[in-house]
T-cell receptor, first 113, second 115 residues
Framework: GENVEQHPSTLSVQEGDSAVIKCTYS??????FPWYKQELGKRPQLIID?????GEKKDQRIAVTLNKTAKHFSLHITETQPEDSAVYFC????????????FGKGTLLTVNP | DTGVSQDPRHKITKRGQNVTFRCDPI?????LYWYRQTLGQGPEFLTY????????KSRLLSDRFSAERPKGSFSTLEIQRTEQGDSAMYLC?????????????FGEGSRLTVL
């Protein structure tokens, strides 16, 4: 089955700096890569996603890049704000399944004012 | 709130007892999932329903776990003879098979503590 590795496990940045979180996946047939944000005690919520036919996608301060050859994808947050502090999870949907997501272990992002 | 709702939000039980969690998905969603999340880990897939049919069960789901989705609406997850290792957050999620994206809409979760 699919295996997703996520790094780093914790990340601390100063307000206004950029943050980058990286994930690798094992199944070359995986075709959908979402990122979820989970604030303390809250439900995970989708913040951005990318499909395998696209190399990059941007939404305001958030961007995701995908390198299919290397089987890795990254989340980039620019001009970080304290409200960006949360746990971020990457996930991959295997090509053999059109529904099951495999999640990484998460990255705790702390944005210091 | 028209999102995914789960009940109860917290459950404390003694080892060996049975527990049942309920999930009400977003009303028009035909796909429903159960995930388990432990501290410091991402959500782990447990099972998936399309309408009332349970189409996949993870190997994580031992014989003590059973899930149902009668009539393709709400779902229940029952754990029999609970063990301390069952302590976790149980997350329910739903989406549409033919949705514009693959976005999963999660509930707030049901946190289980087994003493």
């Amino acid at each position: 089955g699919e295996n997703v590795e996520q790094h780093p496990s914790t990340l601390s940045v100063q307000e206004g700096d950029s943050a980058v979180i990286k994930c690798t996946y094992s199944d070359s047939a995986s075709n959908y890569f979402p990122w979820y944000k989970q604030e303390l005690g809250k439900r995970p919520q989708l913040i951005i996603d990318i499909r395998s036919n696209v190399g990059e996608k941007k939404d305001q301060r958030i961007a995701v890049t995908l390198n299919k050859t290397a089987k890795h994808f990254s989340l980039h947050i620019t001009e970080t704000q304290p409200e960006d502090s949360a746990v971020y999870f990457c996930a991959a949907r295997s090509g053999g399944s059109n529904y099951k997501l495999t999640f990484g272990k998460g990255t705790l992002l702390t944005v210091n004012p | 709130d028209t999102g995914v709702s789960q009940d109860p939000r917290h459950k404390i039980t003694k080892r060996g007892q049975n527990v049942t969690f309920r999930c009400d998905p977003i009303s028009e969603h035909n796909r429903l999932y159960w995930y388990r999340q432990t501290l410091g880990q991402g959500p782990e897939f447990l099972t998936y329903f399309q309408n009332e049919a349970q189409l996949e069960k993870s190997r994580l789901l031992s014989d003590r776990f059973s899930a149902e989705r009668p009539k393709g609406s709400f779902s229940t997850l029952e754990i029999q003879r609970t063990e301390q290792g069952d302590s976790a957050m149980y997350l329910c999620a739903s989406n549409l098979k033919r949705g514009a994206t693959g976005e999963l809409f999660f509930g707030e979760g049901s946190r289980l503590t087994v003493l």
